[in-house]
């Protein structure tokens, strides 16, 4: 059998469990339009399909396994557990035959070969069935945060608005697309403004190091859950350009796809993990033209597969959905500021952490923010005393002229933004109260309040654990109570007692 030959017979030939080198009672044969995917019960195997489009070229033998140790190497720093290695696709006595021999003299053709998981533990069919929970997503933004951090910056260029603007000359150019010729034209101008505005920032973000080898396909359907968690798999291996990226692009796509579906909560809990371990608030103003443009990556994907099937009535929705959610943010009004106040102890974090999910709000965090601007990780402890280092009084104030404009430029976007922070002198507050009005957004302090034997046996209980970024211990308790101002009547504010406090009291307090 020559090599041309074996190929063609590939798909058929890979059906039948005795051409796998493992015990097989029957195989399952799953296609897209770029690979045939092989199950096996224990195992699955990916073979690159023989294409050349305009965004993937899989056309030569070469090429294919190439992508497939580039896909191997990607998703390794993902899904180590789920990634085993490169498989060699034989054909011997008339038959094509799978061996882990990479070097065999009759490879026709090479796959990546994958532990199996059960698709009913992907995490969009998790989500269909109500079954994921905010934990978990903000877990997984934690690990997706961790290993963002460790991937090397991307030295090359980077050019942000070309793949947004691509994708609208193909979108456009789709029959499917006539009838919304309005809404793809105010999306098109929309995103033109978005790009002019953000250019100076998308710049500084690069020369800054937050542009790296991402995943690039971050959604819930390239998600499963393990025993040890939600993971991410299928990373974008055939295109650097699509996955050499902001990482803020990367989280950007779980989080609209997570909007889209009517579950922001478990969009905002993923960013609110992210940001718990990057600190890159600055980054999270970025989110929203991040999150329409994957919106309208995904319109584009249903545009090409009407093109194939006019009648397809699933690709029809989605294109329809997704034009119409994109429409529908672009005049959003400022969001809401939420200000968290009070002594430590008080569940401050805690009640942040709650509210993020519920109205939903991206979460500035004074304590990973602070160790984060001094070079730190969030987990490493500074070792200052009371007022000195990296809480003195300077530091501390320029602290809260970071938190004031990273809160503006959200609230100006749209986003509703809780500043999670002691907030204990007028003057800080008052510097926050003007981010909100610069955007006339609506803003509201929520003074927490407590006993102290209380607080302290709560700093007590949190330092023992030592899984938080604060460091603050009952003399620094003290130390506040002693000198905190509390809110004057003109201040925006609503005092409550945290002792017995319950997110539903939690959200009749707050104006609606």
């Not at 997570?258 to 905002?268: A, E, N, S």
């Not at 519920?358 to 402890?381: C, F």
Request: aromatic letters at 6%.
């Amino acid at each position: 059998m020559d090599a041309e030959t074996a190929r063609r017979q590939l798909p058929g030939a890979l059906t039948n469990p005795a051409a796998y080198p493992h015990e097989c009672r029957e195989v399952r044969l799953i296609e897209t339009h770029m690979s045939w995917l092989f199950l096996t019960g224990e195992f699955a195997y990916k073979v690159k399909k023989p294409i050349h489009f305009d965004f993937v070229n899989f056309s030569s033998v070469a090429l294919r396994r190439h992508f497939c140790e580039e896909e191997l190497r990607l998703n390794r720093r993902f899904a180590p557990d789920l990634y085993l290695g490169i498989a060699t696709i034989v054909a011997a006595d008339g038959r094509l035959v799978v061996t882990d021999d990479p070097d065999h003299p009759d490879a026709v053709e090479w796959a990546v070969r994958m532990r199996q998981f059960d698709p009913d533990a992907q995490a969009d069919k998790l989500l269909d069935d109500n079954l994921l929970t905010t934990d978990e997503l903000r877990r997984f933004g934690a690990s997706i945060a961790s290993q963002h951090r460790d991937i090397t910056p991307h030295p090359g260029a980077y050019d942000a608005a070309g793949p947004m603007r691509d994708n609208f000359t193909t979108l456009c150019a789709l029959p499917c697309s006539h009838p919304y010729e309005e809404t793809l034209v105010a999306l098109r101008e929309h995103l033109e403004r978005e790009i002019a505005r953000l250019e100076p920032e998308l710049e500084r973000r690069q020369h800054d190091h937050h542009v790296k080898e991402c995943h690039g396909d971050l959604h819930l359907s390239n998600m499963v859950r393990l025993e040890s968690g939600l993971c991410a798999f299928d990373c974008l291996e055939f295109d650097a350009e699509l996955r050499n990226i902001d990482v803020m692009c990367d989280a950007g796509f779980l989080l609209m796809d997570c909007l889209v579906r009517g579950r922001g909560d478990l969009g905002y809990a993923f960013i609110d993990g992210y940001l718990n371990v990057s600190g890159d608030y600055a980054g999270a103003a970025l989110l929203p033209v991040f999150a329409d443009y994957r919106s309208m990556v995904r319109a584009k994907v249903a545009g090409l597969r009407l093109d194939q099937a006019p009648q397809d009535p699933e690709a029809a929705a989605k294109l329809k959905r997704h034009l119409e959610w994109s429409a529908g943010r672009m005049a959003r009004p400022p969001g809401r500021l939420l200000i968290m106040c009070g002594v430590s102890g008080t569940g401050k974090s805690h009640w942040a952490e709650q509210l993020v999910t519920a109205l939903p709000a991206i979460r500035i965090r004074s304590d990973v923010l602070r160790k984060v601007q001094a070079g730190m990780q969030v987990a490493e402890t500074s070792g200052a005393d009371i007022g000195a280092g990296i809480y003195s009084d300077d530091k501390s104030a320029d602290l809260y002229v970071e938190m004031a404009a990273m809160a503006q430029a959200l609230l100006a976007c749209g986003e509703h933004v809780i500043i999670d922070a002691a907030c204990l002198q007028a003057a800080k507050r008052q510097r926050l109260y003007a981010a909100a009005e610069a955007v006339k957004a609506e803003c509201t302090l929520l003074h927490l309040t407590g006993e102290p034997d209380l607080l302290h046996a709560r700093i007590a209980g949190r330092n023992a654990a030592g899984n938080d970024p604060s460091e603050a211990d009952g003399k620094v308790l003290d130390w506040q109570l002693e000198w905190a101002e509390p809110p004057g009547d003109d201040e925006p504010s609503i005092s409550v007692d945290a002792s017995n406090l319950t997110l539903p009291d939690l959200l009749d307090l707050l104006p609606t």
